[in-house]
């Protein structure tokens, strides 16, 4: 109940033979500082490229929980980074999604699902960006991250996002109201 963010991403796909990449869209969430609820969702796409001596294919469903304020601040970036530098991964790849995070350990909580084989070393980048077409589609206005995760006012939200919110709330119900964040 502590999370100041979700993020999902359903469905990430990499592939490589030498040269790879991995792409795929999400969602993210963000609790009002001010009241504990959860504003607006906002849509998000991810990419990575990678190079390196690296062959396979692999489908990952992707949960992270934004637990501190400088996690948080990351997700109101135009794009950022979360990460570049070496990774070895051999065999069926079950446990762990090669996200390199360079934050500190308990900014971000990373779950994950993920099916395949992916074997080699390699290096890369994985960057996640505001997606301003699914966000126009759904909401039906041009309406930009920023002003969704920080709850402005005046955003008619779709019905089945309030439907999502609801849910939210069940599953990850307020634990301040009106109370400073920690």
């Known amino acids: ?81 979360l990460g570049s530098g070496p990774q070895i991964a051999l065999g069926p790849v079950g446990e762990t999604l090669d996200l390199n995070l360079t934050l500190k350990e308990n900014d971000i909580f990373a779950y994950s699902s993920i099916k395949g084989f992916f074997a080699g070393l390699s290096f890369d980048g994985t960057f996640i960006s505001s997606d301003k077409n699914a966000n126009y589609e759904y909401y039906r206005q041009p309406v930009s991250n920023r002003d969704l995760l920080s709850g402005r006012k005046g955003i008619k939200i779709p019905e089945s996002g309030q439907a999502f919110l609801e849910r939210m709330d069940l599953l990850a119900p307020r634990y301040w109201r009106g109370a400073k964040e920690q």
Not at 19 to 40: E, L, Q, Y
């Open 1 to 81: 109940g502590r999370a100041k963010a979700i993020v999902v991403f359903p469905n990430l796909v990499k592939a490589a033979v030498i040269a790879g990449a991995r792409v795929g869209k999400g969602v993210v969430i963000v609790r009002s500082p001010k009241t504990g609820d959860w504003n607006p969702p906002a849509f998000i796409k991810s990419r990575q490229a990678s190079w390196g001596i690296q062959a396979g294919i692999q489908k990952a469903e992707l949960v992270l929980l934004i637990m501190t304020k400088e996690g948080l601040k990351q997700l109101f970036k135009t794009q950022y980074n």
